[in-house]
């Protein structure tokens, strides 16, 4: 019997191009095919697919939200992020979410529909060389409060509005930020948010 396979990817030409990819191995069909990340959870439940491939930067809610909400509405469904992010501090996302498999969209064809099959057997597929940065990657020294200040700071808000946002008193944010520049040994506030992005910390 096939293996039952949900597809989220916003990007149709993308999206075509791989259920047309998939369709062509005798094992596999794809049932459902999607362009936001809301829809995944109703579709899923719908279709009963044995795995969800989700691309992560999707319309709605983004697909590891989606997918963690997939793992706890429907377990039996196995997850396989597709991405073009190849970056240490989502892939370490995506294993905190507990999804089977996580895969950069650049890898070659075959590797897709192997990696499907593995997912649905029981195993769980990384990409090699994002699991080594990943692994080399350095945990953020932040903690999740000052890390939830800084990703506000760096939407552009100002500790005022943080205060509010957080209910927290502004001199409190003010000594949050202070901590946070000292932490990332950084410049100023902007050098902070420089250096936080370009680690992942901000996710």
Do not use: F
Not at 132 to 146: F, I, K, N, Q, V
């Amino acid at each position: 019997m096939a293996i039952r396979i949900l597809l989220a990817e916003d990007m149709n030409m993308v999206r075509g191009a791989l259920v047309a990819l998939l369709n062509l191995e005798r094992d596999l069909k794809v049932v459902c095919e999607l362009e936001r990340g809301d829809h995944i959870l109703p579709a899923a439940l719908e279709h009963r697919p044995d795995i969800a491939i989700i691309d992560i930067d999707l319309p709605g809610i983004d697909g590891l939200t989606a997918a963690a909400r997939l793992r706890e509405s429907l377990p039996e469904c196995r997850t396989l992020i597709l991405t073009s992010l190849g970056r240490p501090g989502t892939l370490r996302r995506a294993l905190s979410a507990q999804v089977s498999g996580y895969l950069l969209k650049d890898a070659p064809p075959q590797e897709l529909a192997t990696a499907v099959r593995r997912v649905v057997a029981g195993h769980r597929v990384i990409d090699a060389q994002l699991a080594l940065s990943a692994w080399d990657g350095a945990e953020s020294p932040l903690t999740e409060r000052e890390t939830e200040v800084l990703r506000r700071a760096a939407e552009g808000s100002e500790a005022n509005e943080i205060a509010r946002e957080l209910h927290l008193s502004p001199g409190t944010v003010r000594n949050y930020l202070t901590t946070i520049v000292a932490k990332l040994n950084a410049r100023n506030r902007v050098d902070a948010i420089r250096i936080a992005q370009e680690a992942d910390w901000l996710l």
